[in-house]
């Protein structure tokens, strides 16, 4: 479990007023943040964030249009660069999950989640992870998925984590440590863990990291999961994401 009571507070962004103050709570029993602010819309959040970016370091927005969601989500990296966004939303397609982490969001988790989900969604996207929703990875794309602007082209061949198994993804000009790194980061893995697992000087990790993103052309780990995405990654049947294999 993270927690943030030393480090900053998390701010909700959530037009339900009762889910809002159930999540509130939530994070304040689970000890993920001593603080949490509650805005009904997001141009009061922005508003008071603007004077609070040192203290606030998750913000929990809920998902809007397709749209919407993308120019707030860029606007957001771009006004408040070092602070962790987490999308709330109603089950939606894995499209449109990926979609958000094209645009800076460091993980989606969906409203009918149980509560243990949720929590593990927050702490794991407030230490630095990544979350994907376990069902997102297993789904199938639709026929209608596919047929968005926004989908990429899926070849199995660039990239596929067969159930069972570690992630290893195969993505064009990466060397074999980046691979590895670039592995243990879609496990949710941050720098400190990823030197553990790999022998390595934390520094070291920091220079395969931005190795990795140069590579994929990104600037965040979540860009990273969408990019693999793109070149093909097959996410169902056992996916490392979110810190476990689903």
């Given at each position: 479990m993270?927690?943030?009571k ?10 339900y ?7 509130g ?20 959040a922005?508003?008071n964030l ?7 370091r ?27 966004i987490l999308?709330?939303?109603m089950?939606?397609d894995r ?6 982490l ?7 988790f ?12 927050i ?7 990544v979350y994907?929703?376990?069902?997102v990875?297993?789904?199938t ?12 082209p899926?070849?199995?061949e660039?990239?596929v ?16 440590r980046q ?5 243990l980061?879609?496990?949710?893995l941050?720098n ?6 790999l022998a390595?000087?934390?520094?070291t ?9 140069r ?12 990019r ?17 294999v689903?």
């Amino acid at each position: 479990m993270c927690f943030l009571k030393r480090s900053g507070s998390v701010a909700i962004v959530d037009g339900y007023e009762l889910f809002a103050s159930a999540l509130g709570e939530l994070i304040k029993s689970e000890g993920i943040a001593y603080h949490v602010d509650i805005y009904p819309r997001l141009d009061m959040a922005l508003e008071n964030l603007d004077g609070r970016r040192d203290r606030v370091r998750l913000l929990i927005v809920e998902w809007l249009t397709d749209d919407i969601c993308a120019l707030a989500l860029s606007d957001m990296r771009a006004r408040f660069s070092g602070m962790r966004i987490l999308v709330c939303a109603m089950p939606v397609d894995r499209s449109q999950v990926f979609e958000c982490l094209t645009h800076g969001a460091h993980g989606v988790f969906f409203r009918t989640q149980s509560k243990a989900d949720i929590a593990s969604a927050i702490s794991l996207v407030a230490s630095g992870g990544v979350y994907i929703p376990p069902s997102v990875c297993d789904e199938t794309p639709s026929a209608s998925a596919a047929a968005r602007p926004s989908a990429p082209p899926v070849k199995p061949e660039v990239a596929v984590w067969p159930a069972g198994h570690a992630a290893q993804p195969v993505a064009p000009g990466l060397s074999e440590r980046q691979r590895a790194v670039l592995a243990l980061m879609l496990k949710g893995l941050s720098n400190k863990a990823i030197a553990r697992e790999l022998a390595l000087a934390e520094g070291t990790v920091k220079v395969h990291v931005n190795g990795v993103f140069r590579a994929l052309k990104v600037n965040s780990r979540g860009q990273a999961i969408a990019r693999v995405f793109a070149l093909g990654g097959d996410f169902r049947g056992g996916l490392a994401v979110g810190g476990t294999v689903h």
